[in-house]
T-cell receptor
């Protein structure tokens, strides 16, 4: 069965600082990997996804993520955080063998210090 | 294009009652998935419907059921409500029947069981 671990429950960074959110997955074959963001009272918005090819993927709002098969990781990064980035971030994994359903991590809540 | 809409946005019920939640997918989308989000368990997959057929199901008791109509609108029903059913229920739609298509989430229905 596939699983996702987000080891950081809560992270606080200063506005303008760089950000890295960690995600580790467990899956036998090449997974489909996603990062979503959820603002308070909102649904989830897709930031970026990885299926195959270039291991560094660019997403919306200046986010990027790097797939590292050897480390089973798919960490999310942003070079300079804005106050509006404060939200909860979810990493998810899916696979056709599991019927296309997504398995989500427990999320990382990001606070941005002015 | 209008996004995924969910009604009602907020709901308060008492134990033992039943509830029906509604989801209207993005126009043209034929796949609808439901997720339950709680602080303790995070985001958990309930089920997915495609062209009125349940394609995949998560590990939830039979009290949780759903259906999809010919216009792709979907409903989920929870019977004999328990306190633990209090959660944000998220609906998501996507166009093609596959994980490579972006899944768009609605704002959710907040269910409180007293």
């Amino acid at each position: 069965a596939q699983s996702v671990t987000q080891p950081d429950i809560h992270i606080t960074v200063s506005e303008g600082a760089s950000l890295e959110l960690r995600c580790n997955y467990s899956y036998g074959a090449t997974p489909y990997l996603f990062w979503y963001v959820q603002s308070p009272g909102q649904g989830l918005q897709l930031l970026l996804k990885y299926f195959s090819g270039d291991t560094l993927v660019q997403g919306i709002k200046g986010f990027e993520a790097e797939f590292k098969r050897s480390q089973s990781s798919f960490n999310l990064r942003k070079p300079s955080v804005h106050w509006s980035d404060a939200a909860e971030y979810f990493c998810a994994v899916g696979a056709k063998s599991s019927g296309d359903k997504l398995t989500f991590g427990t999320g990382t809540r990001l606070a941005v210090r002015p | 294009k209008a996004g995924v809409t969910q009604t009602p946005r907020y709901l308060i019920k008492t134990r033992g009652q039943q509830v029906t939640l509604s989801c209207s997918p993005i126009s043209g989308h034929r796949s609808v998935s439901w997720y339950q989000q709680t602080p303790g368990q995070g985001l958990q997959f309930l089920f997915e419907y495609f062209s009125e057929t349940q394609r995949n199901k998560g590990n939830f008791p039979g009290r949780f059921s759903g259906r999809q109509f010919s216009n792709s609108r979907s409903e989920m029903n929870v019977s004999t409500l328990e306190l633990g059913d209090s959660a944000l229920y998220l609906c998501a739609s996507r166009g093609a029947a596959g994980i490579t298509d972006t899944q768009y989430f609605g704002p959710g229905t907040r269910l409180t069981v007293l």
